[in-house]
């Protein structure tokens, strides 16, 4: 099995500033054959089911805003909102899917 | 836009076996990988499994021997059973559509079920 372990547990920010989470794989996710790292965020809400934002490490999904992105290869991945807005509050989870699924404990974001 | 909707029981006994049900709308059940994925109170997601319209299914080591999935593409419903069930199972069961890569794209609202005598 595959273990995602995120850091910080929880993170506060003030509006407009950057926040950073770091995941980190107990083994790399980097498929070789196709140099895609099977990795993806996604933010989840207060009672609402999770969102996704980006996959294969750096790819935005449909109608996410440009102020998220990500980025790392193999074991090591960050994920950055570049200037925090009051809608951004929520718990972040990484997600590998190179092998089964695997979630990381997940990040929760707050503001300052 | 693609829409899910889980259904079934809020509340199972010990020992007995956890049924729920998804409802597609807005796709077809065979352009998806359909996964189940629960998050007991407070805690991160477990992706329990998928299925694919061909009938081809995989589920999490951890609960393999625990689990069924199956699709009515009648319906246009996956469901899931998950047999000797504990307090532990205890969680908001998701339906989620993802392709092959498992990338959920797609989640339902969630159903909580709470394992209780």
């Known amino acids: 099995d595959i273990v995602m372990t995120q850091s910080p547990d929880s993170l506060v920010v003030s509006l407009g500033e950057r926040a950073t989470i770091n995941c980190k794989a107990s083994?790399?996710?980097?498929?070789?054959?196709?140099?895609?790292?099977?990795l993806a965020w996604y933010q989840q809400k207060p009672g609402q089911p999770p969102k996704l934002l980006i996959y294969w490490a750096s790819a935005r999904a449909s109608g996410v805003p440009d102020r998220f992105s990500g980025s790392g290869s193999g074991t090591d991945f960050t994920f950055t909102i570049s200037s925090l807005q009051a809608e951004d509050v929520a718990v972040y989870y990484c997600q590998q899917y190179y092998g089964t699924p695997s979630f990381g404990q997940g990040t929760k974001l707050e503001i300052k | 836009q693609v829409q899910l909707q889980e259904s079934g029981p809020g509340l199972v006994k010990p020992s007995e076996t956890l049924s729920l049900t998804c409802t597609v709308s807005?796709?077809?059940?065979?352009?998806?990988?359909w996964s189940w994925i629960r998050q007991p109170p407070g805690k991160t997601l477990e992706w329990i499994g998928y299925?694919?319209?061909?009938?081809?299914?995989n589920s999490n080591p951890s609960l393999k021997s625990r689990v069924t999935i199956s699709m009515d593409t009648s319906l246009n419903q996956v469901s899931l059973k998950l047999s000797s069930v504990t307090a532990a199972d205890t969680a908001v069961y998701y339906c989620?559509?993802?392709?092959?890569?498992?990338?959920?794209?797609?989640w339902g609202q969630g159903a909580l079920v709470t394992v209780s005598s």
């Open positions: 807005g796709a077809s059940i065979s352009t998806y990988y």
């Open positions: 083994q790399s996710v980097l498929y070789t054959s196709n140099n895609k790292n099977y």
């Open positions: 989620a559509a993802s392709g092959i890569d498992l990338v959920h794209d797609y």
């Open positions: 299925i694919y319209y061909t009938g081809d299914t």
